[in-house]
């Protein structure tokens, strides 16, 4: 098993698209890159503790590649926008790969760099590739939350289309 720890945006969003694909094991939404330990949801949202909200995918690299998990990573935000993602405004929202190993990085930057030079994107990409230095697990509840919420607003109005789109787009690679 192998873990790779991606930011982009609300981590519902992102656990509920990873969540489906062959391969992966495990999602876990959390808070990486911050100078706080064991940092709460609310201290996170109020901008005071450096995190991101991030998604830790456990993947079997024999039936998933990393650069599988990248193209999914690019493909569920915007990393043109800087701390946000649409209306969540704030640096825990911010576009950041945080690697877990030299060949992540390389990958990572690699691919950032194509779809830089591919003009993929009007403005520029603003993604973080850095090293993970801690994650910490976000609060049960946010766990598996468009799954167990499906009704809520927020699900209805962001997640669901997001999902939808992932689900069209990378049809042959779910569960």
């Known amino acids: 098993m192998k873990e790779a720890t991606f930011g982009a945006g609300c981590f519902w969003c992102i656990e509920a698209c990873y969540k489906e694909m062959k391969g992966v094991i495990d999602v876990y939404p959390g808070y990486a ?3 706080v330990d064991n940092p709460t949801y609310e201290a996170v949202c109020n901008g005071t503790t450096g995190h991101a909200e991030v998604a830790r995918v456990v993947y079997d ?3 998933i590649s990393f ?3 990248l193209e999914v990573f690019w493909f569920v935000h915007d990393p043109t926008q ?3 993602q649409g209306n969540d405004i704030g640096t825990q929202y911010r576009s950041v790969i945080f690697f877990h190993d030299h060949e992540q990085e390389q990958k990572s930057n690699a691919y950032k760099w194509k779809l830089t030079e591919e003009k993929v994107w009007d403005k520029p990409i603003v993604t973080e590739v850095i090293p993970i230095s801690n994650f910490y697990r976000a609060e049960a509840y946010h766990h598996n939350y468009f799954e167990l919420n499906p009704g809520n607003g927020y699900c ?3 997640v669901r289309p997001k999902v939808e789109k992932f689900r069209k787009v990378f ?3 779910l569960k």
Request: no cysteine; hydrophobic share 30%.
């Open 61 to 63: 690299e024999h039936q």
């Open 67 to 69: 650069d599988e998990l």
């Open 156 to 158: 209805q109005a962001v």
């Open 33 to 35: 890159g911050g100078q």
């Open 82 to 84: 800087l701390n946000r």
């Open 171 to 173: 049809a042959e690679r």
